[in-house]
């Protein structure tokens, strides 16, 4: 049962204010490379470098933006620096993966702080860095497996990224396809570990539970998970958490675990205005989207009733949609973007609903587990 929770009383304090998702970071393991990808297929914009061209000898960074959306791709250039060996290890470990997400807050010492005296585990105390555009303020916690949240303050830089940082000029590989903002960001965690997760949102970071499904709503013939999503007081920043549950077969969750190498970033869900129109950029640029059956399109009109978008289209596309009490939504997935199948994307599109897609589980993870027996994996 999906259950809308009571938001937060109005009158408590929230002790993690956030003003949204400042960047997610990714360590991957040749991030010219993959910002090449991000750039021509997904079309964001290349706007700033930090690398040995700026003083930074042991590794490179790309940062790419559409619309609020912005992405660093960060590569290890040596194995002789503290950091350098870190993001390396992380790669020979997870693959190309999330490694932070980086939350935009108005006092980084004091998200630190009140934080860590709830309980998280620091994965950098509060630092100043400046240059001539003025100064951010960083700290970072630990979340789970090797994923961090890094607390961006930068109410006195006027930089186009960070300090270090070289602007970019004008990106002409990019081809915007209408990314706007994410909409939310779904860990995958270990067996038994969900409540753990849910309870360190809650306990540590003052989030509240949103939505929740359980085996019953998210299992097919063969596999089954649960999750749960946790929002802070805002709204701005969801994190649905998955945890596998037994099956006649592998879950999809063990799958990513087994080739993540532990918990981590399943997917990132990017908002558009029109996803007619993002997803055919997407698909005509190269991004890969899980398919769904004919069958799901006969059946669509009587599940969700009318709506605005030509359901030839939507098939066409490969285009789920979904109703609740607010309204639809519509939703699709990517296979996942690297050799490991594990991180990939969902393009959402909300009209009026605010849920998570539950009428779609069933043909969503059909089309998931069509690809994992295609690898050997279910
Ligand atoms: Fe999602």
Redesign the pocket.
């Known amino acids: 049962m999906a259950t809308l929770a009571e938001h937060a009383a109005e009158t408590a304090v929230d002790f993690l204010p956030l003003l949204g998702t400042d960047h997610v970071e990714f360590y991957v393991g040749n991030a010219r490379q993959a910002a090449y990808f991000y750039r021509a297929a997904f079309g964001m914009k290349l706007v700033a470098y930090a690398g040995p061209e700026t003083g930074r000898r042991d590794r490179a960074s790309y940062v790419l933006q559409q619309g609020k959306i912005r992405f660093v791709l960060t590569t290890a250039l040596r194995s002789d620096t503290e950091v350098s060996r870190e993001v390396a290890a992380h790669v020979a470990r997870h693959g190309d993966g999330v490694r932070a997400i980086a939350l935009w807050v108005e006092d980084a010492a004091g998200a630190w702080r009140e934080t860590t005296a709830r309980g998280a585990v620091s994965a950098q105390e509060p630092a100043t860095v400046s240059d001539e555009y003025g100064s951010v303020v960083i700290s970072s916690i630990r979340a789970y497996g090797d994923t961090i949240h890094t607390f961006v303050e930068r109410r006195n830089y006027s930089g186009v990224f960070f300090p270090g940082y070289r602007a970019l000029p004008e990106d002409d590989v990019a081809r915007p396809t209408g990314l706007l903002h994410i909409?939310?960001i779904?860990g995958n965690v270990g067996w038994n570990a969900m409540n753990e997760w849910v309870d360190f949102y809650s306990r540590v970071m003052g989030f509240s539970l949103y939505q929740h499904f359980d085996d019953k709503d998210i299992s097919t013939e063969y596999s089954a998970l649960m999750s749960k999503v946790m929002a802070n007081a805002n709204g701005y920043v969801k994190f649905?958490i998955n945890e596998p549950a037994v099956g006649r077969k592998k879950s999809q969750i063990e799958e990513y675990l087994e080739f993540y190498d532990g918990p981590g970033v399943q997917?990132l869900?990017l908002a558009t205005h029109d996803i007619l129109s993002t997803v055919s950029s997407l698909k005509r640029q190269g991004v890969p989207f899980l398919t769904v059956p004919h069958s799901y399109y006969t059946q669509l009109q009587q599940r969700v009733g009318r709506i605005d978008e030509p359901l030839e289209e939507l098939e066409r596309l490969g285009i789920l949609v979904d109703r609740d009490d607010e309204g639809y939504m519509l939703?699709i997935?990517t296979k996942p973007v690297e050799d490991r199948p594990t991180l990939f994307f969902?393009i959402?599109q909300r009209k009026g609903s605010r849920s998570?897609?539950k009428g779609n589980f069933k043909a969503l993870f059909e089309a998931i587990e069509r690809e994992q027996e295609a690898r050997g994996n279910l």
């Open positions: 909409d939310h779904v649905p997917h869900a939703q997935f969902e959402i998570f897609g």
